[in-house]
Each structure stands twice: as structure tokens, then as C-alpha cells.
């Protein structure tokens, strides 16, 4: 049972906007630990975009936005771009596992 | 800019250690955690754990007792070692900073480890 949960692929045409889902639980998100989101491009190392939950690193277009309620995280894109074609994947701390946990991640496809 | 660069073999037989080293460049080990991540071929990430750079360590409970990680401030280095491989140990190990509020902010390009005989 993965413990955070993405859907495993979205799509959306260019310009439009997409959000990806990240379902937790009451020992990891709901428990109000920050969480993290990456994108990772094909062959390449995860960048961090969303630090904090909501907040945006230096250099990464406000495209990019993230939010939390409860035990649920999400990602929106909005402006989509050909460029942002990647796996996207949340991250939180699990006082259950007393470790860092990653979601099972998420393809964007730009249609 | 901190840059990390993994290195160490790129196969290992089953039933063997895995072993492999961060050497850290354009800043210091301290004071900051590090950690290995790794990624199976056509899969998601997974944490392996981390380690302070006093040496205070923290595990995957899934990998417990497989693990062990180690640090060597002086070369600004720090190492993880897995014994008992299997073919599910193939992936991609990353290392990688972990930032204040435990978000992994710098990580190596990442380096194949296969598993096989």
C-alpha cells in the first residue's frame, strides 16, 4: 500500500491547466508535515518545484502552484507548455516510518 | 552551487554489497543531512535513508537491516553500503541534500547499479 498516492498519468493541451493529486494520511500530510514536489524530466536527476507546499523555488515559473487540505496535496500547471512533459512526484514525512516517503509519481503528457 | 557526483561500480553479484560514495563539491558536508534515493528502471523514487554529517543516521525501515551509511567529512564525502543484494536492488542511486524542512533541494546525476550474475 503506497503511502502517498498519485494518479499515474494527466494530460492536457498546450495552454490549458492540469492539477495532479497526492492522497496521504494522518501520519504523513494530514499530520501537517510540509510537502515537497518534484519534476523529472526524461534521463534525468528530480528537481525540486515546490518546496513547503506552496512555495516556488528561485527560477521556477509561477506556472507552478501548489496548495494542501487535510490528508491531500496537489499540483496545478497552468499555461501548459511542451516543456513541462515530465513525471511529477509529491514527498512528505512519516511520523509512522519516521522517514521521508515519496509519491508513486505522476506522467504529464502535453497533448 | 553544491554539486554532488556518486561513484562506484555499476554491476554487483546477487547476494553481494552494493557500495557507493558522494563526494560533495562547491560546499561543505556540514551542516547539512544527506541522502541516498534510489529509482528501479521504469519506477518511482524511493528513500534509503539519510545521515547527519556528525554521523547520526536514520533508515527505510523496509531496508533496516540490509543498510548502513557513513560519512567522511574530510574528503567531504559520504558513503552507503547494502549487502545482501538482489535483482530488486537495480536502480538508479541518487545522493542528494536534504534542505531545511526535509525537501531534497541538490541531487547527483544519478548512477546505474545492476544486480546480476
Known amino acids: 500500500q503506497p503511502v502517498l498516492t498519485q494518479p499515474p498519468s494527466v494530460s492536457g493541451a498546450p495552454g490549458r491547466r492540469v492539477t495532479i493529486s497526492c492522497t496521504g494520511r494522518?501520519?504523513?500530510?494530514?499530520?501537517?508535515?510540509?510537502v515537497n514536489w518534484y519534476q523529472q524530466l526524461p534521463g534525468t536527476a528530480p528537481k525540486l518545484i515546490i518546496s513547503?507546499?506552496?512555495n516556488r523555488p528561485s527560477g521556477v515559473p509561477d506556472r507552478f502552484s501548489g496548495s494542501k487540505s487535510g490528508t491531500s496535496a496537489s499540483l496545478a500547471i497552468t499555461g501548459l507548455q511542451a516543456e513541462d512533459e515530465a513525471d511529477y512526484y509529491c514527498?512528505?514525512?512519516?511520523?509512522?516510518?519516521?522517514?521521508?516517503?515519496f509519491g508513486t509519481g505522476t506522467k504529464v503528457t502535453v497533448l | 552551487q553544491v554539486q554532488l557526483q556518486e561513484s562506484g561500480p555499476g554491476l554487483v553479484k546477487p547476494s553481494e554489497t552494493l557500495s557507493l560514495t558522494c563526494t560533495v563539491s562547491?560546499?561543505?558536508?556540514?551542516?547539512?543531512?544527506w541522502s541516498w534515493i534510489r529509482q528501479p528502471p521504469g519506477g518511482g523514487l524511493q528513500y534509503i535513508g539519510d545521515?547527519?554529517?556528525?554521523?547520526?543516521?536514520n533508515y527505510n525501515p523496509s531496508l533496516k537491516s540490509r543498510v548502513s551509511m557513513s560519512v567522511d567529512t574530510s574528503k567531504n564525502q559520504f558513503s552507503l553500503k547494502l549487502n545482501s543484494v538482489t535483482a530488486a536492488d537495480t536502480a538508479v542511486y541518487y545522493c542528494?541534500?536534504?534542505?531545511?524542512?526535509?525537501?531534497?533541494?541538490?541531487w547527483g546525476q544519478g548512477t546505474l547499479v545492476t544486480v546480476s550474475s
Open positions: 562547491g560546499g561543505s558536508i556540514s551542516p547539512y543531512y
Open positions: 494522518s501520519s504523513n500530510i494530514g499530520a501537517g508535515y510540509d
Open positions: 514527498q512528505s514525512y512519516d511520523s509512522s516510518l519516521s522517514g521521508y516517503v
Open positions: 545521515i547527519y554529517y556528525s554521523g547520526n543516521t
Open positions: 542528494v541534500r536534504v534542505g531545511s524542512g526535509g525537501l531534497f533541494d541538490s
Open positions: 513547503g507546499t506552496s
